[in-house]
């Protein structure tokens, strides 16, 4: 197994041999360098559900004579499974810290929590797309519905590719322990489970909150 | 077992794909059994395929691009072609179903596959050189990158053989791109080839982000940036928020069309005004995608052939990052008669106007750098000046079709057509061709030969008169475009210098290769020993041409805004170089095959879904996945060079440039 140290990121070798005042001592490290570019990642990703939000905006009123928001959504839901999501964001908050500790046990715990209430919430999510289905109000139905699957959807398929990724990420922790590099992507995965966090909270607003209104 | 695809696919009953699919096999063969005979396949793998290097990959994507310009220009002359012969009774040589295929693939290709991996590749090849850094951020995703870009390129061509390209221009509008009116593989090629490709588009926006803004030498501070790197910072920042609309706008067109959904359709509550909106929201940025890096080669080219910093650096970098934000508020024009309103329409106007002031501020600071200077006539400078003329022009153009009244009346006339090839050719090729010019050497420690590249400009610069001038007349006239048949014979005249023009771009780009081909055969004498072939100023001529896989052997230190030239200067002055640095041994990335097997799943399952070949699309995801986890899984990712290699290297580079800077201080 090598032993991976943390070093800048390309270049590595040189020590700024002088400050020129203006803070720039050549490349950052690693373990800014990548998490960086994740989040630049986590950024586009998040103007592709501002296009997707966008889609919704425009086509929401456009129920063809099908079933409409108020109809179909039921807060009651929607609330069990936010609060699953938002809980499983804080427990992973932990399994940071305790991977930040080196304590495998309790941060394959933590892990193993925070999946299963990924878990909860695409189930909630499966049965209430289940059910719309069954009641005639599947994505073909209308623009509307075609929209509101689609936004909902991408959001439930981040949330099952951060599942296989949390998955991933478990075995490898296990397998090959805290290594620097392993914990750079678990500071990712973590950095992408919060952000489906926050586009979870503007789905449940826009959609949710607002399309049941009385 | 084979979904849509059947016998029916090939084009036998159809002589002109069927003869180009035959000779084009024919080629690839021949092209195969060359490097096989010549035992060059371990090569090729080794240096380029798998490479990290963001050099070599910056060469692949240029050699994509330029491949895809043959191919291209090739839809471009066809077009020229008919509407040269399909005047008045004459219906031509291309059926209008064939004929629609080719100005759908010729816009789409040169846009996404000539065009964009032409700037992606300049982008690679010079950003991490001139911040004076190893490599990109993300070497491996870089690769990754690259062979996504070439899956997608892959695929377009393979609607040649196989199938059918779309019918339906190269942003394939709804309603006509949906299932009811366009039922083919054609709109489903192009749907997914740019879906793969705009995957690798968005990890290079990543990359280079990323890097420009994390990874620079020691002292680079923002300010002492090379110009080139701003404006490669500015279009990858579009590129990070304007593809993944691109993909959104892709992805629901997918739906209606493979499921049924109703985004865009005229049935069930759809709205196609929803698809010209996030498409544009994407195309219109995506043209300073193009454009800026351009600007940013033009300026060190500039700069280098004028023997002075570029004039206003400060203001070259103010423009560049405003004209970045406001190519996001301008999209809009492109529907000015599509009735939003006479306010909105005003507002998109004026927004779209005001793009040209720090355009203007940047003509007026190139003029300023060679003002006084001592310009060296050099091919990458022709293409300057070249570039301003024409460029000028297609700018005023632009504002007339900024204008809503006036775009009522030339809208989606070849007037347009006149104008965008203006601005593409005269803004964004002209600047690649320099670049090539300008980079060459560097890349392959020999420059291209002087006269023929110069051939290659004017054919270029009266070619593209030739055959666009004409067009903004028959805009006026009310010739729209698109056309297979052209029923006033009037034209005829103006059609047929377009067609002369475009055959001299034509010889152009047959010139091209002939330059290629004779500067390797002659490469001996114009060798580029010193590493700086151009008296340059920015930090890739520090290193060695060409400069070895880690670029350095220790980070340069950066001094004033001129990194190179300021060292240079010293170094002549006290006619001896920095003192001997501290060697250390340097830690590089592994080449990896994940790249191209990753691209192979890709394709494949691109494949399967355009013919809804639902098992072989599943083997392919899971492929991909499977290496991706394989990829994941490994310890080694980098390895040393030790330092006594790379000290014995750059002991001989010093030896090298100290005999050059000798030479230049006696002779000053
Ligand atoms: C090499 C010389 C070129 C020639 C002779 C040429 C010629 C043409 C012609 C004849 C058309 C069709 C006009 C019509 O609608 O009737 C066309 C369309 C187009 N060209 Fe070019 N072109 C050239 C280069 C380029 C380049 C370099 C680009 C972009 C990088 C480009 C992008 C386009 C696009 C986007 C369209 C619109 C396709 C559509 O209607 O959907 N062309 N070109
Ligand atoms: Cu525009």
Same mark, same amino acid.
């Given at each position: 197994?090598?032993?991976?140290?943390?070093?800048?990121?390309?270049?590595?070798?040189?020590?700024?041999?002088?400050?020129?005042?203006?803070?720039?001592?050549?490349?950052?490290?690693?373990?800014?360098?990548?998490?960086?570019?994740?989040?630049?990642?986590?950024?586009?990703?998040?103007?592709?559900?501002?296009?997707?939000?966008?889609?919704?905006?425009?086509?929401?009123?456009?129920?063809?004579?099908?079933?409409?928001?108020?109809?179909?959504?039921?807060?009651?839901?929607?609330?069990?499974?936010?609060?699953?999501?938002?809980?499983?964001?804080?427990?992973?908050?932990?399994?940071?810290?305790?991977?930040?500790?080196?304590?495998?046990?309790?941060?394959?715990?933590?892990?193993?929590?925070?999946?299963?209430?990924?878990?909860?919430?695409?189930?909630?999510?499966?049965?209430?797309?289940?059910?719309?289905?069954?009641?005639?109000?599947?994505?073909?139905?209308?623009?509307?519905?075609?929209?509101?699957?689609?936004?909902?959807?991408?959001?439930?398929?981040?949330?099952?590719?951060?599942?296989?990724?949390?998955?991933?990420?478990?075995?490898?922790?296990?397998?090959?322990?805290?290594?620097?590099?392993?914990?750079?992507?678990?500071?990712?995965?973590?950095?992408?489970?919060?952000?489906?966090?926050?586009?979870?909270?503007?789905?449940?607003?826009?959609?949710?909150?607002?399309?049941?209104?009385? | 077992?084979?979904?849509?695809?059947?016998?029916?696919?090939?084009?036998?009953?159809?002589?002109?794909?069927?003869?180009?699919?035959?000779?084009?096999?024919?080629?690839?063969?021949?092209?195969?059994?060359?490097?096989?005979?010549?035992?060059?396949?371990?090569?090729?793998?080794?240096?380029?395929?798998?490479?990290?290097?963001?050099?070599? $990959? @910056?060469? +692949?994507?240029? #050699?994509?691009? %330029?491949?895809?310009? !043959? &191919?291209?220009? =090739?839809?471009?002359? /066809?077009?020229?072609?008919?509407?040269?012969?399909?005047?008045?009774?004459?219906?031509?040589?291309?059926?209008?179903?064939?004929?629609?295929?080719?100005?759908?693939?010729?816009?789409?290709?040169?846009?996404?596959?000539?065009?964009?991996?032409?700037? $992606? @590749?300049? +982008?690679?090849? #010079?950003?991490? %050189?001139?911040?004076? !850094? &190893?490599?990109? =951020?993300?070497?491996? /995703?870089?690769?990754?990158?690259?062979?996504?870009?070439?899956?997608?390129?892959?695929?377009?061509?393979?609607?040649?053989?196989?199938?059918?390209?779309?019918?339906?221009?190269?942003?394939?509008?709804?309603?006509?791109?949906?299932?009811?009116?366009?039922? @083919?593989?054609?709109?489903?090629?192009?749907?997914?080839?740019?879906?793969?490709?705009?995957?690798?588009?968005?990890?290079?926006?990543?990359?280079?982000?990323?890097?420009?803004?994390?990874?620079?030498?020691?002292?680079?501070?923002?300010?002492?940036?090379?110009?080139?790197?701003?404006?490669?910072?500015?279009?990858?920042?579009?590129?990070?928020?304007?593809?993944?609309?691109?993909?959104?706008?892709?992805?629901?067109?997918?739906?209606?069309?493979?499921?049924?959904?109703?985004?865009?359709?005229?049935?069930?509550?759809?709205?196609?005004?929803?698809?010209?909106?996030?498409?544009?929201?994407?195309?219109?940025?995506?043209?300073?995608?193009?454009?800026?890096?351009?600007?940013?080669?033009?300026?060190?080219?500039?700069?280098?052939?004028?023997?002075?910093?570029?004039?206003?650096?400060?203001?070259?970098?103010?423009?560049?990052?405003?004209?970045?934000?406001?190519?996001?508020?301008?999209?809009?024009?492109?529907?000015?008669?599509?009735?939003?309103?006479?306010?909105?329409?005003?507002?998109?106007?004026?927004?779209?106007?005001?793009?040209?002031?720090?355009?203007?501020?940047?003509?007026?600071?190139?003029?300023?750098?060679?003002?006084?200077?001592?310009?060296?006539?050099?091919?990458?400078?022709?293409?300057?000046?070249?570039?301003?003329?024409?460029?000028?022009?297609?700018?005023?153009?632009?504002?007339?079709?900024?204008?809503?009244?006036?775009?009522?009346?030339?809208?989606?006339?070849?007037?347009?057509?006149?104008?965008?090839?203006?601005?593409?050719?005269?803004?964004?090729?002209?600047?690649?061709?320099?670049?090539?010019?300008?980079?060459?050497?560097?890349?392959?420690?020999?420059?291209?030969?002087?006269?023929?590249?110069?051939?290659?400009?004017?054919?270029?610069?009266?070619?593209?008169?030739?055959?666009?001038?004409?067009?903004?007349?028959?805009?006026?006239?009310?010739?729209?475009?698109?056309?297979?048949?052209?029923?006033?014979?009037?034209?005829?005249?103006?059609?047929?210098?377009?067609?002369?023009?475009?055959?001299?771009?034509?010889?152009?780009?047959?010139?091209?290769?002939?330059?290629?081909?004779?500067?390797?055969?002659?490469?001996?004498?114009?060798?580029?020993?010193?590493?700086?072939?151009?008296?340059?100023?920015?930090?890739?001529?520090?290193?060695?041409?060409?400069?070895?896989?880690?670029?350095?052997?220790?980070?340069?230190?950066?001094?004033?805004?001129?990194?190179?030239?300021?060292?240079?200067?010293?170094?002549?002055?006290?006619?001896?170089?920095?003192?001997?640095?501290?060697?250390?041994?340097?830690?590089?990335?592994?080449?990896?095959?994940?790249?191209?097997?990753?691209?192979?799943?890709?394709?494949?399952?691109?494949?399967?879904?355009?013919?809804?070949?639902?098992?072989?699309?599943?083997?392919?995801?899971?492929?991909?996945?499977?290496?991706?986890?394989?990829?994941?899984?490994?310890?080694?990712?980098?390895?040393?060079?030790?330092?006594?290699?790379?000290?014995?290297?750059?002991?001989?580079?010093?030896?090298?440039?100290?005999?050059?800077?000798?030479?230049?201080?006696?002779?000053?």
């Amino acid at each position: 197994m090598s032993t991976i140290s943390e070093t800048p990121a390309l270049g590595l070798t040189h020590l700024g041999s002088e400050d020129t005042g203006l803070g720039h001592r050549g490349p950052e490290s690693k373990s800014i360098v990548v998490p960086y570019g994740f989040w630049l990642f986590v950024l586009s990703d998040m103007v592709l559900f501002s296009a997707l939000f966008a889609s919704y905006a425009t086509l929401v009123n456009n129920s063809d004579g099908g079933p409409t928001t108020s109809q179909l959504f039921h807060r009651d839901l929607v609330a069990v499974e936010t609060i699953a999501l938002l809980i499983s964001s804080f427990v992973c908050g932990l399994a940071m810290i305790t991977a930040k500790r080196k304590n495998m046990v309790w941060t394959q715990i933590w892990l193993v929590v925070t999946g299963l209430l990924g878990l909860v919430f695409l189930g909630i999510e499966l049965y209430e797309f289940g059910t719309m289905i069954a009641e005639g109000a599947g994505p073909q139905r209308s623009a509307f519905l075609s929209s509101f699957f689609t936004l909902v959807g991408c959001h439930g398929a981040h949330v099952t590719a951060g599942l296989l990724w949390l998955g991933t990420m478990m075995a490898q922790i296990w397998a090959k322990g805290f290594q620097p590099h392993i914990m750079r992507r678990l500071l990712c995965f973590s950095v992408f489970w919060h952000a489906l966090d926050i586009i979870w909270v503007a789905i449940f607003t826009i959609v949710y909150l607002i399309g049941t209104l009385p | 077992m084979f979904g849509r695809l059947t016998w029916g696919a090939i084009p036998f009953h159809e002589p002109i794909p069927l003869i180009t699919s035959i000779v084009i096999i024919l080629a690839l063969g021949a092209v195969g059994i060359w490097i096989t005979r010549k035992g060059w396949w371990p090569y090729l793998w080794n240096e380029y395929i798998t490479s990290t290097d963001h050099k070599k $990959i @910056g060469v +692949m994507y240029i #050699v994509l691009a %330029l491949v895809m310009l !043959v &191919r291209g220009f =090739a839809d471009a002359i /066809m077009m020229r072609a008919q509407q040269s012969l399909a005047i008045g009774a004459s219906q031509g040589y291309l059926p209008p179903e064939h004929y629609n295929q080719i100005f759908s693939a010729h816009g789409t290709i040169m846009i996404f596959f000539v065009a964009m991996p032409f700037v $992606i @590749g300049f +982008m690679n090849f #010079v950003v991490p %050189l001139q911040l004076g !850094v &190893r490599d990109v =951020a993300f070497p491996t /995703m870089n690769n990754v990158s690259f062979w996504l870009s070439a899956s997608g390129a892959l695929l377009i061509n393979l609607s040649l053989f196989i199938g059918e390209f779309a019918r339906t221009g190269w942003l394939a509008f709804p309603p006509l791109s949906e299932k009811a009116f366009s039922p @083919g593989v054609g709109v489903d090629y192009y749907l997914v080839a740019l879906q793969i490709s705009g995957v690798g588009t968005v990890l290079t926006a990543v990359n280079f982000v990323t890097t420009i803004l994390k990874t620079r030498a020691p002292g680079m501070s923002y300010l002492r940036m090379p110009v080139f790197c701003w404006t490669a910072l500015a279009s990858n920042l579009i590129m990070l928020a304007a593809f993944p609309v691109l993909t959104v706008v892709l992805a629901e067109l997918m739906l209606d069309r493979y499921l049924g959904f109703h985004f865009f359709t005229n049935d069930g509550g759809g709205n196609s005004m929803l698809y010209m909106n996030l498409i544009w929201v994407w195309g219109h940025p995506e043209v300073y995608i193009l454009v800026l890096p351009a600007f940013g080669i033009y300026s060190e080219v500039a700069a280098t052939f004028s023997g002075k910093p570029l004039f206003g650096y400060r203001s070259m970098v103010f423009a560049t990052m405003a004209i970045c934000i406001i190519s996001y508020m301008v999209w809009l024009h492109h529907f000015f008669t599509m009735g939003a309103g006479g306010d909105i329409n005003a507002v998109f106007g004026i927004a779209s106007m005001i793009i040209g002031i720090p355009t203007g501020v940047k003509i007026y600071n190139w003029l300023f750098t060679m003002y006084g200077g001592r310009v060296r006539f050099t091919v990458p400078v022709y293409y300057l000046i070249g570039f301003m003329l024409t460029f000028v022009v297609g700018g005023l153009t632009g504002v007339l079709l900024a204008i809503p009244p006036v775009d009522f009346v030339v809208h989606n006339s070849l007037f347009l057509v006149a104008h965008f090839h203006q601005v593409i050719i005269g803004g964004v090729v002209f600047a690649l061709m320099a670049g090539y010019t300008y980079w060459f050497p560097k890349a392959f420690g020999f420059t291209l030969d002087e006269r023929l590249g110069k051939a290659v400009f004017w054919c270029w610069f009266i070619g593209f008169h030739l055959a666009f001038m004409p067009l903004y007349v028959l805009g006026f006239w009310g010739a729209t475009r698109r056309m297979q048949h052209i029923s006033d014979p009037s034209w005829a005249p103006w059609l047929n210098v377009a067609f002369v023009g475009a055959a001299i771009i034509g010889l152009g780009i047959v010139l091209t290769v002939v330059q290629l081909l004779y500067s390797i055969k002659t490469r001996d004498q114009r060798r580029d020993i010193t590493g700086d072939p151009w008296d340059g100023r920015t930090l890739e001529w520090l290193t060695l041409s060409p400069p070895p896989h880690y670029n350095f052997a220790v980070l340069p230190d950066v001094h004033g805004e001129e990194a190179y030239w300021t060292r240079k200067q010293t170094a002549i002055k006290q006619d001896q170089l920095i003192d001997e640095p501290d060697y250390q041994p340097i830690e590089m990335p592994v080449n990896t095959p994940t790249g191209v097997i990753v691209a192979f799943f890709a394709a494949l399952c691109g494949f399967a879904v355009i013919w809804y070949i639902w098992w072989l699309a599943i083997l392919g995801l899971i492929g991909a996945f499977a290496i991706f986890v394989w990829y994941a899984w490994r310890d080694e990712n980098e390895h040393i060079i030790p330092v006594e290699e790379v000290r014995a290297n750059a002991r001989e580079r010093r030896r090298i440039r100290m005999e050059h800077l000798h030479n230049l201080s006696q002779s000053t």
